[in-house]
């Protein structure tokens, strides 16, 4: 495997599949839903598209209840907020198209929050930043971007992943799926020579099948949760104020290490300075050790 300099992230394509309503989880009291300040498509419960195979961002769990890193921020936030939460899991494409069309508040997964995006949808904060990975089966020997020119390359349709193969990988077959577990599928019976990810969620499938990552790179935007370009900005406003409180009590960090091993990026750093005093004391997590 070789670190590379340079950058990308996340996204999928639609149709709601499922819908689940959960009291979220975390501290604080949940209030009346007939007492809730914010405009919302249902009141006093925050509509969420999710996925239902994200890891470690967005997954459903052996009870079919949405779990996963960006899932539990979510649950957090808003049980803080005194407010529940509705899932409807659906693709990433979904998530965007399901926005922009009013028909959620949030979208909770992880989603790159990149410019293009943002004419759209508005963004909170990011909550997370990594890397953009090429998968390969574990017997591969390719190295670089390079080593796949020719051969037949998977990505999510509408992802920044695919926006990342346009870009970088001019010579290769891009082949496109709708969502990861066929883009997975499809790499480990030989459909396709190599899939391209987010790195958490690559790692993820690393720890689990017999795939390596090739290559790794830098990404150009965080993950953030996008929500309704004419959604309530108090919201937005409140439900990144709760993460930066999380970060300050050690909640944000409890959530990190539990599903992720990666340090925490000097970009994220940037966007979430109050990471500063945690990463004082927990230097493992420190961005000079990526």
């Excluded at 290769?172 to 969502?179: E, M, N, R, S, Y």
């Excluded at 937005?236 to 925490?264: A, N, S, V, W």
Aim: proline share 4%.
């Amino acid at each position: 495997m070789r670190l590379t300099s340079r950058r990308p992230l996340l996204a999928g394509a639609a149709a709601v599949t499922l819908v689940l309503s959960l009291a979220a989880c975390g501290g604080g009291a949940a209030a009346d839903p007939a007492s809730s300040k914010y405009e919302l498509v249902q009141n006093g419960v925050i509509t969420a598209a999710t996925q239902s195979e994200q890891p470690p961002f967005a997954i459903t769990d052996s009870a079919g209840r949405p779990t996963g890193f960006a899932v539990e921020l979510m649950n957090e936030s808003a049980k803080r907020l005194g407010l529940k939460v509705q899932y409807k899991t659906t693709t990433l494409q979904g998530i965007l198209a399901g926005l922009s069309a009013g028909q959620y508040d949030v979208g909770v997964a992880g989603v790159g929050a990149t410019a293009e995006r943002k004419k759209s949808v508005a963004f909170t904060t990011p909550f997370y930043w990594g890397f953009t990975d090429i998968l390969t089966l574990k017997g591969g020997r390719q190295n670089a971007v390079s080593d796949f020119d020719g051969k037949r390359v998977g990505a999510v349709s509408g992802s920044v992943q695919e926006d990342f193969v346009h870009r970088e990988m001019k010579r290769v077959k891009l082949v496109k799926f709708k969502d990861q577990t066929a883009l997975i599928t499809q790499l480990l019976s030989g459909g396709i020579e190599a899939a391209v990810l987010g790195g958490a969620s690559a790692d993820a499938y690393v720890a689990k099948e017999p795939l390596r990552i090739a290559v790794k790179l830098e990404s150009l935007q965080g993950s953030a949760f996008p929500m309704r370009k004419d959604g309530d900005p108090e919201l937005l406003k409140d439900i990144d104020e709760q993460i930066d409180e999380m970060i300050d009590d050690g909640t944000y960090i409890k959530l990190y290490r539990k599903y992720f091993h990666d340090p925490i990026a000097a970009d994220l750093v940037k966007e979430r300075t109050k990471l500063t005093k945690q990463i004082m004391k927990n230097p493992d997590l420190d961005p000079s050790r990526r």
